[in-house]
DNA sequence: CCATAGTGGGTAACAGCGTTAGCCTCCCAC
DNA sequence: GTGGGAGGCTAACGCTGTTACCCACTATGG
């Protein structure tokens, strides 16, 4: 952790790293509240809830004074989706340290789809549209997606397995599934697909 | 397809099956044009640029009149959702139909993928946020879904598969995959998951 | 043959959105 | 004690979807 050695970047594969990415973002006390209320507002009332005029009034100020902190919209939004993924990775870091060596891609899974839904207009502006990643914190997106490494053990499989992950996720918030559907077997099959190509990676 | 008996609404199972569902949409001649004006507009020059402003220029006439063919401007997008239905649907049933017998997953896949990158604005209007099914053409869900029943006859599998798929295509289409990943490994490593899982079903 | 109703256009306008310009006041450091 | 930044304010702009209301044409029924 304290060498300075260069090739610093690489990632753990080992399950049970909780530490954080460097570079913890630093704010303002009046943009963490800000933030805090816009998370709130988005979380409680949907997304086309969270205006600017809507966010200020939280604040008890008037909407234009939100550009002393903010230079626009998108840039709050950015601050909502990196606490996102903070989230994200913690949870599903955690998720790989408690489930020890059974069904890691089962609970990661669960993990994942648990998280989704409890914060769904959240994980919806945090995934959904064009990201602007070179202004996230350094390592952030690798750190919060590297569980679905550990699991998998190869590169594309774990792309393969996360998009599985959003897609059920998505689908679901969305409504998207005909009603009626068994959504548990839904991700419980395609756990399964993916459990099996783990253990024989590979074969053809 | 005459026989008027009660359970018509049973879904062939076969691949080959190229026919659209009953109900073929009536438009007037003036929707139809907006319709296609505003696809146009949308594929070419993204979400943003449409508005009824930006349409009803294109049509030569002003904002408020296109009020007479469309109760809101989500009903023009039903309609536009509607065609993008048709369209996938029509594309994935002609792949099956194509594909023989040999890896049927996989061009399922390749075609999804390709229809989705070629039409994004498209596919993504057709596919986010919530579905208001009630008002679709009825059976036109079904038949474009049941391609992914076929290729792997099992409804939860089927379920999975499709979510793959759309994960796979709207990360990609949101540039949400780190630079540099290889994604034609990406969307084969999820290929081969489920066609194993399809020649050994539920070993468990 | 005329009246009537429906169809499809037009203009004016409203509320809400993100955002900018410009002003003012307080507090802190030099 | 005196700048200057930090953080508030009001007014306003251009854009969005949308409504109200008016008008011309056309077709149909008595």
């Known amino acids: 952790m304290t060498t300075t050695a260069t090739g610093g ?26 933030v805090s209320a816009a998370r709130q507002i988005l979380e409680v009332e949907g997304a086309d809830a969270l205006t600017m005029r809507r966010l200020a ?3 008890g100020i008037q909407a234009p004074s939100l550009y002393k ?3 626009s919209k998108a840039d709050l939004e950015l601050l909502l989706i990196e606490d996102a993924l903070f989230d994200v990775g913690d949870v599903t870091h955690r998720a790989l340290h408690d489930s020890g060596h059974n069904s890691t891609i089962l609970s990661l899974l669960v993990t994942y789809r648990a998280f989704s839904l409890s914060h769904p207009n959240l994980y919806r502006l945090a995934t959904a549209g064009p990201l602007v990643r070179q202004r996230l914190p350094h390592g952030l997106e690798e750190w919060a997606g590297n569980p679905w490494f550990v699991v998998t053990g190869d590169a594309s499989l774990a792309q393969a397995l996360w998009s599985l992950a959003h897609g059920l996720v998505i689908l679901e918030l969305d409504d998207r599934y005909p009603p009626g559907s068994d959504l548990d077997g839904t991700w419980r099959a395609g756990a399964a697909a993916f459990e099996r190509a783990v253990v024989v990676p590979a074969t053809s």
Chains 1, 2 share one sequence.
Do not use: K, Q, W
Request: proline share 12%; aromatic share 4%.
């Open 69 to 71: 902190h903010f230079s």
């Open 57 to 59: 009034d939280e604040m």
């Open 9 to 34: 970047s690489e990632v753990s594969l080992l399950p049970g790293e909780l530490d954080r990415p460097a570079e913890p973002p630093i704010r303002t006390m009046r943009v963490a509240e800000a």
